[in-house]
């Protein structure tokens, strides 16, 4: 029964992994006369190309830029689906919560391509707002092509498609929270805001743990086609983030040794965070992704 | 890092001088080639008399020849059809905005594919990814029957030497000398055009010859000039001078956008080979480097320092230039010479009386001005390799139809489609239909060239004189390029140095990094890259004994 | 609010706070229409409309069609939108039957080699595949330009597949076992009673996968060539974000007309409705479907 599912893989997953073998070589695509004779022909020069990558200064960039959106984004945007959770679990009428529902999660179902276009016809130049602030004889921001609120901007695109989307496993949690506990603590006299703090958010903390852990693991990937679709309008240094930088390395420049050895350098460090980041869930008491078994 | 690219640099030009790409050498190290070797590899310059009327106005070489209407009748230049019926021939253009209909469903395709004589079946992919989807393509060594790239994506991929050796059909064979015989409109490029077209040594490619030299044109709205009566400047001073007289930040008004290259060309600022020339002991030197440089740089602060540059283009690379302009908010703006005629078209029906202007090029330091440019190809056309001989011959007849120049039948289905469904016939010329503008978007010109003249448009009739007028003005005083003639591969470092050093200036000329770290800029510079680069084009003209 | 009923030990809420969650519900709804709002009246004005306006519309003045005359008529974006449609349909297919086999396999521990399949499947997650080797792979499997291109490199879905595995294993083991001594074959079981039991993570992950086919826009820069074979992705990134020609004078001379606000605008309302239409159906299921995969996976 899993054969079809394993032969996919092998063929479509598997199959060009073995191609991160250039990460190890001077690999010219162009030697001798096909890709297989150029990766048997091209000499291996061991971590040569782990040397260089750690020495350009625009690898670093994509590094610090992947991080500090990671990290911008576990402060602003993490906490908001939460919240909205929360929000969403004490409205009463079902017909008004099922409508925000429908509402807010639509956008995750959105391209990158829609929902980036979405933003250039608000915010962009030619948007709505430029042409509602000129009118008002204002003249507009550039928020769509400024390099130094980038970071603002892709969090709030990816906080616009998926904010919703992100409530659903809170809301989920939310629903198995025994009510009686509620009613026992409110008798007991705590007030809404206490029985949110002693009850809702330790009856939410195994879900949080968990997706943090999962987004730590993921602390390197911020998305590729968000990125490759705003690159120019901001520039290299803003937009260029881990997955871009080994795009470019690999097919633009053509120098995809040194594109692989970034992407194996990604995976390493994915592995070492997402084992970090279970341990410190084990520490605090929570199962983590997966149990020693 | 640096160690092993040089080393890879010297060794390839210490070689034998010339890179022979035999594809086996690692080429992260950049590569020249003598172009004035490669003459005899070119095919035989041969005029076709077509019986076209002369032209109207005479261009400087570089700068075409110019039309100011459109031949009373054409000419038809090729009698029998290029095809033999070989198989449809797959090519991949680029287009800018939707990509038209393809195959069947595109009737301007299919008249001209009929006119071949073999279907030319496009692949219209987006021009803002082309370099992508052409470095995937190259890196799978999958390329099409024909392939058009164009020649600014040429400096962004590397080993491009080695790719072309690798997978693309050498021409030498079929186009060298006298060989050309059986595509005559091929004969007619501009020389230069196809030694640009040379590869390790080998004719590769069909040129697309420009039409036009200059990289930069200043801009000026001649009608709101008169409005204000403000004389257009001739000096530096009054460049400035009419720059506070304009800007009126209160009538939202400004008189710069970003003006930098073309402040840089009055202080005449290297511009060869994007910004080298040779210092008097006859080393190389950047544009970075010298004085001149310093002198624009601060020129330009000035303008940012005391808001004479538009708020919009100070906040960011992004805001639209070319809107501001055309609304009036700013007045001077630099452009590429083909902006100026389709937005004289477009927006004289907008604004009446809306006038733009080439403001002519002088000196900051006396002297004569100096004008940056070159003549490289648009693009290049290349054959996939191994392709029977028939074939390519085949293939080169179809370019050769598709090169046709102006004033043939075939040059006009070319770029107007069929009278009637794709333009219509006025006095003054053809004008595109609405199914004309959606099915032609420049398929055939991206796989062939022609001798290159510049078009009259109906619309704007005084566009030829005009632009022809500012052209052999200013071809007078182009720079010399001490390279000239020399195809020079950049280090790979070199050239992944170049946006964020520029990104550096654009910082420093803004006022958000001090003047002072100039020095430290340009010094980090040539660490990364610079000197290295430096060494290439000095062993390039020691090589060529210059 | 008399139809709520509310517990009776929870406080009365008070009218400051009623207002505070209106307020924040309201924006984040209208942070979601709005946009959606301006590009449907904007797709539907005519010309003048727009000039009147300066750019997009927000209070709409009659109804225009040409801007979907326009787009429909060429033939461009009815062949995109069968291309997209005939991409998720097939790719969705294929994506559950693989996905719901393997899940159902892999639920089960103690069958053959179960430990290194789990392995292998969840391998995937840390180590991908350069953008060359898989364009290597498809070219070699003659794919190219083939719609199979779009569908099979990501026909699996590890992520989805460990949802739909949690959810074979929360369902009560009993229920097998007793199935099995009646001497039901594997495949039998899953057809007649686990996937009945499965509706819903079904519908979930299939819109996943849908969604995801629906959207497919890089797979297609690379392996497609032939514009007729273009999904509405890309058509739609060519319509709205393409960018101006380079200022050479011949090839500026030969662009096509940029399109009109109100084409793109019908280009974007075209993409958005097929989504707009399924998923209310399918969003019943989701906080069923997906919590037993995410918090139990």
Same mark, same amino acid.
């Given at each position: 029964m899993v054969a079809p599912g394993f032969l996919l893989l092998l063929v479509f997953h598997y199959l060009p992994v073995l191609g991160n073998v250039v990460a190890f070589q001077d690999y010219n695509p162009y030697y001798g006369d096909s890709a297989l004779s150029a990766l048997i022909g091209s000499p291996f020069i061991g971590l040569e190309n782990f040397r260089i990558l750690f020495a350009d200064p625009a690898f670093w960039d994509a590094v610090v830029n992947t991080l500090s959106i990671t990290a911008f984004q576990l402060v602003f945007f993490f906490p908001l689906p939460i919240a909205l959770a929360l929000l969403l679990h004490s409205v009463m009428s079902k017909r008004v919560k099922s409508f925000v529902q429908t509402v807010v999660y639509l956008p995750h179902f959105f391209s990158w391509v829609l929902v980036v276009t979405f933003f250039v016809q608000m915010?962009?130049?030619?948007g709505l707002l430029s042409q509602e602030l000129r009118d008002a004889g204002i003249t507009p +921001?550039?928020?769509?092509?400024n390099p130094d609120t980038f970071i603002v901007l892709v969090t709030a695109e990816a906080v616009w498609k998926d904010v919703g989307w992100g409530t659903i496993v809170f809301l989920a949690a939310l629903s198995t929270i025994d009510t009686d506990l509620y009613e026992a603590s409110a008798v007991d006299g705590a007030g809404r805001w206490r029985r949110t703090w002693h009850i809702t958010l330790p009856g939410l903390r195994p879900v949080i743990v968990l997706l943090l852990i999962l987004r730590l693991g993921d602390a390197l990937t911020v998305g590729f086609e968000q990125f490759l679709l705003q690159r120019d309008a901001v520039g290299r240094q803003a937009a260029e983030v881990l997955d871009t930088y080994v795009y470019h390395q690999s097919i633009v420049t053509a120098d995809y040794g040194l594109g692989a050895a970034a992407g194996l350098f990604k995976a390493a460090v994915g592995l070492i965070l997402i084992l970090l980041a279970n341990r410190l869930a084990h520490a605090l008491g929570e199962s983590g992704v997966y149990r020693r078994s | 890092m640096t160690s092993r690219r040089t080393l890879l640099t010297i060794a390839a030009i210490a070689g034998g001088g010339l890179l022979t790409g035999c594809g086996e050498k690692s080429t992260r190290g950049g590569a020249t080639q003598?172009?004035?070797?490669l003459s005899a590899l070119i095919p035989e310059a041969r005029d076709v008399n077509l019986g076209i009327p002369p032209p109207d106005v005479i261009g400087t070489r570089p700068v075409a020849d110019g039309y100011t209407r459109f031949p009373a009748s054409l000419t038809d230049a090729i009698s029998e059809k290029p095809g033999r019926g070989g198989a449809a021939i797959r090519g991949i253009t680029p287009v800018w905005g939707p990509a038209p209909p393809a195959g069947r469903n595109n009737s301007y395709l299919v008249a001209v594919n009929d006119e071949l004589g073999v279907p030319v079946e496009f692949s219209v992919q987006d021009g803002t990814s082309y370099a992508d989807k052409i470095g995937a393509l190259l890196g799978a060594r999958d390329v099409p029957d024909l392939l058009c790239v164009p020649q600014w994506e040429v400096s962004k991929l590397a080993r491009f030497g080695d790719a072309v050796n690798a997978l693309f059909e050498d021409l030498t064979p079929h186009l060298r000398g006298a060989e050309v015989a059986p595509y005559p409109m091929l004969a007619t490029f501009p020389a230069g055009a196809w030694r640009n077209s040379c590869w390790n040594e080998k004719l590769m490619a069909v040129p697309n010859p420009t039409d036009g030299p200059f990289p930069w044109v200043m801009f000026y709205r001649r009608d709101l000039f008169t409005k204000l009566g403000v004389k257009p400047p001739a000096t530096i001073d009054e460049l400035y001078r009419a720059g506070k007289e304009i800007t009126k930040p209160r009538q939202g008004?400004?008189? *710069?956008?970003?003006?930098f290259a073309m402040i840089q060309m009055y202080f005449k600022s290297p511009g060869a080979k994007d910004g080298w020339r040779r210092r008097p002991d006859g080393t190389p030197e950047f544009k970075y480097e010298t004085p001149e440089f310093k002198a624009a740089a601060e020129f330009m602060a000035k303008l940012y320092r005391e808001g004479l540059v538009h708020p919009d283009i100070v906040a960011s690379r992004g805001a639209d230039m070319k809107q501001l302009f055309q609304s009036g908010k700013l007045l001077i703006t630099q452009d590429g010479m083909g902006a100026w005629q389709p937005m004289q078209a477009e927006q004289q029906n907008v604004t009446p009386g809306f006038d733009v202007q080439p403001l002519p090029l002088f000196p900051a330091t006396g002297g004569d001005p100096l004008a940056w440019g070159d003549d490289e190809p648009i693009s290049y056309t290349f054959l996939k390799k191994g392709l029977p001989k028939e074939r390519v011959e085949e293939i080169l007849r179809v370019i050769n139809w598709c090169s046709a +120049? *102006?004033?043939?039948t075939e040059f006009q289905l070319r770029e107007f489609g069929v009278e009637g469904k794709h333009h219509t016939r006025t006095a003054t010329g053809p004008v595109k239909t609405d199914l004309g503008f959606k099915e032609i978007a420049n398929q055939y010109f991206f796989i062939s060239g022609r001798r290159p003249v510049i078009q009259p448009t109906p619309q704007t009739p005084k566009y030829v004189p005009e632009m022809l007028g500012y052209s052999n003005q200013t071809v007078k005083y182009l720079e010399k390029d001490p390279w000239d003639g020399l195809k020079l591969e950049m280090p790979a470092r070199y050239k992944s140095g170049m946006t964020p050093f520029q990104d550096k200036f654009t910082d420093l000329v803004r006022g958000r990094r001090p003047f002072s770290d100039l020095d430290a800029i340009v010094k980090e510079w040539r660490a990364a890259g610079g000197d290295e680069a430096r060494e290439l084009m000095g062993r390039a003209l020691a090589d060529a004994g210059r | 609010m008399t139809r709520v009923s509310r517990p009776a030990w929870q406080e009365k809420p008070t009218v400051a706070g009623r207002a505070g969650k209106g307020t924040v519900l309201t924006g984040v709804v209208l942070a979601v229409l709005v946009p959606l709002w301006v590009v449907l009246v904007t797709s539907l004005s005519s010309r003048e409309t727009i000039t009147a306006a300066g750019g997009l519309v927000v209070v709409p003045r009659g109804v225009d069609l040409s801007a979907y005359e326009i787009i429909f008529a060429g033939g461009q974006i009815t062949r995109a939108l069968a291309v997209s449609a005939t991409v998720t349909l097939l790719g969705t297919a294929v994506s559950l039957v693989v996905t719901v086999l393997a899940a159902y396999g892999l639920s089960r521990p103690g069958s053959l080699g179960h430990r290194f399949l789990l392995f292998y499947f969840l391998m995937t997650f840390l180590v991908y595949p350069g953008m060359v080797p898989s364009y290597l792979v498809v070219t070699g499997l003659g794919l190219k330009d083939s719609l199979w291109s779009l569908v099979l490199p990501s026909a699996v879905s590890v992520f989805n597949l460990v949802v739909v595995r949690a959810f074979f294993q929360s369902l009560p083991g009993e229920l097998l076992d007793s199935a099995r001594i009646d001497g039901a074959g594997e495949f039998r079981i899953l057809w007649r009673i686990v996937l009945p039991l499965s509706k819903a993570v079904v519908a979930v992950v299939g819109l996943f996968y849908a969604v995801g086919y629906w959207n497919v826009w890089f797979s297609a820069l690379l392996y497609i060539d032939d514009n007729d074979k273009f999904p509405i992705q890309r058509v739609l990134q060519s319509f709205i974000l393409a960018g101006q020609a380079p200022q050479t004078s011949g090839v500026a001379a030969g662009t096509a007309l940029p399109p009109t606000l109100a084409v793109k605008m019908a280009v974007v309302v075209v993409t958005v409705v097929p989504i707009a239409l399924v998923y209310p159906f399918i969003q019943r299921h989701f906080t069923r479907g997906v919590l037993v995969g995410a918090v139990k996976g």
């Open positions: 915010l962009g130049g030619a +921001p550039e928020i769509m092509s | 003598q172009l004035d070797k008004v400004w008189a *710069f956008s970003d003006v +120049p *102006f004033g043939t | -």
